[in-house]
């Protein structure tokens, strides 16, 4: 913990991963663990490890501002249902981080407290919407870190900072205490250096809570274990003909040891790709309107239209157009039609495999500072919201760089096998 908080002290007024480290709070939770440890008593799965978490999800006495003005003065008032079973496993809560408006945007540079900087590669995007935790765990200042994804907000950080990222199936972990981005979508997962860290807080977040009926009944097997030898791996040619050619180089040569590790490659087509972004967007327009309504500036601080950046106004704005009475749900019908689709097309590629494996992000991570237009922006997204359409498990794994820029390897498959995944990555990490 001294390690991480001297290094927080030393790094993060360049880097911006956290927005509130809480020092010593955190070393008064490490003594009373040490003292239970020295008095022989059981402690924890977690005991020990420092935890950062995204500014959207609930921390008692924490600020839960989602980087956002609207909540600039927020305190969370009770613990989200992950943070509750952190505690209870003796986890550290050290503070909270660096995130895009809301979670909308996939490179931290939207947040209301400033950009965060890629540890990794100094200079560019950490990638986003939880590029604090992503960058926090890069540059050593913490064991782990909470994200939450909605259309790639772990995966795509975790690939630009070098880390592992997890999305779980939806309704393995509770959102109880997370605010909504797009709640049909949103899932909270851990970001970590090491496989162990990932199982580790996945085994500690999951499970049923009667405080979110969408959870499911299980939580997910993570004891599965495969080796790669005769694992059934998809590459969807489709995924890597939208990525650029050096990503695609890295991705191929993570394939080819695979392969070379006994791995059999199934090759695959996925028809839908161009429907994938539209899709997804419309969706989480509508979604994230609804759900901003109660930033009215009654109960929390300010009225969010009078102080919220761009991209979070172009939602509202959409989402309101967009689920006007006058339209009859004319695009959000066909937005959900499209959305069944493409949940039948990859879940039905991944009952031929066990998992599918390509890149996590298509392009690599822009220089800070560097103005995109919002469908530019948006295009970082189409190979991470297949798996929050479709509610499917997907991870990020570091695959190598391109001229020292990390690239990620993602692993998707099916609804429950999150374990899959989890020794998938324990196999070629
Ligand atoms: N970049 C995507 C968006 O802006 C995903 C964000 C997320 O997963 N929170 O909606």
Redo the contacts with the bound molecule.
């Keep these: 913990l001294e390690k991480f908080l001297k290094r927080i002290e030393a790094k993060n007024d360049d880097i911006n991963a956290f927005l509130e480290v809480r020092g010593e709070e955190a070393i008064k939770r490490a003594e009373e663990i040490d003292a239970r440890i020295a008095s022989g008593k059981e402690t924890g799965k977690l005991a020990g490890l420092v935890i950062g978490v995204k500014s959207n999800i609930n921390v008692e006495d924490f600020n839960v501002s989602a980087a956002s003005k609207t909540l600039e003065n927020y305190t969370g008032s009770y613990d989200a249902t992950v943070i509750r079973r952190i505690k209870e496993e003796d986890g550290i809560i050290i503070g909270m981080t660096n995130m895009?408006e809301f979670?909308?945007?996939?490179s931290t540079e939207t947040s209301f407290f400033g950009p965060t900087d890629n540890p990794a590669a100094p200079g560019r995007i950490p990638g986003?919407?939880?590029g604090g935790s992503a960058a926090a765990v890069a540059a050593g200042m913490c064991d782990l870190a909470l994200g939450?994804?909605?259309?790639?907000?772990?995966r795509?950080p975790a690939s630009h900072c070098g880390v592992m990222g997890f999305k779980p199936t939806y309704g393995a972990v509770s959102r109880q205490g997370l605010l909504d981005?797009?709640m049909s979508?949103?899932q909270i997962g851990p970001l970590a250096a090491d496989v162990s860290g990932i199982s580790l807080a996945l085994d500690v977040i999951s499970g049923y809570d009667p405080a979110d009926p969408t959870t499911l009944d299980s939580s997910p097997d993570l004891e599965v274990e495969r080796e790669l030898k005769g694992l059934r791996v998809g590459v969807v040619r489709e995924f890597l003909e939208v990525t650029d050619e050096a990503i695609d180089e890295v991705i191929q040569g993570k394939l080819g040891a695979m392969e070379d590790g006994g791995a059999e490659i199934v090759e695959l087509d996925f028809g839908y790709i161009d429907l994938c972004l539209p899709t997804?967007?419309l969706i989480?327009y509508v979604e994230f309107f609804s759900a901003t309504r109660k930033y009215d500036g009654r109960k929390y601080g300010h009225r969010i239209e009078d102080v919220c950046g761009p991209?979070v106004l172009r939602?509202i704005h959409m989402g309101s157009y967009i689920s006007q009475k006058e339209l009859s749900g004319k695009y959000y019908k066909r937005a959900l039609q499209a959305r069944s689709l493409i949940r039948r097309e990859i879940t039905g590629l991944l009952s031929h495999v066990d998992i599918i494996a390509g890149p996590t992000v298509p392009k690599l991570p822009h220089t800070l500072g560097e103005e995109l237009e919002p469908m530019e922006?948006?295009a970082?997204?189409v190979l991470?919201?297949i798996a929050?359409l479709a509610g499917i498990p997907a991870a990020s794994i570091p695959a190598g760089d391109v001229g020292g820029v990390p690239v990620g390897l993602q692993l998707q498959a099916k609804p429950g096998d999150d374990g899959m995944i989890v020794s998938a990555m324990r196999e070629i990490a």
């Design positions: 895009d979670a909308a945007g996939s986003g919407s939880s939450s994804d909605t259309g790639g907000s772990i795509n981005l797009a979508f949103d997804y967007y989480n991209e939602r922006m948006y970082y997204d991470t919201v929050n």
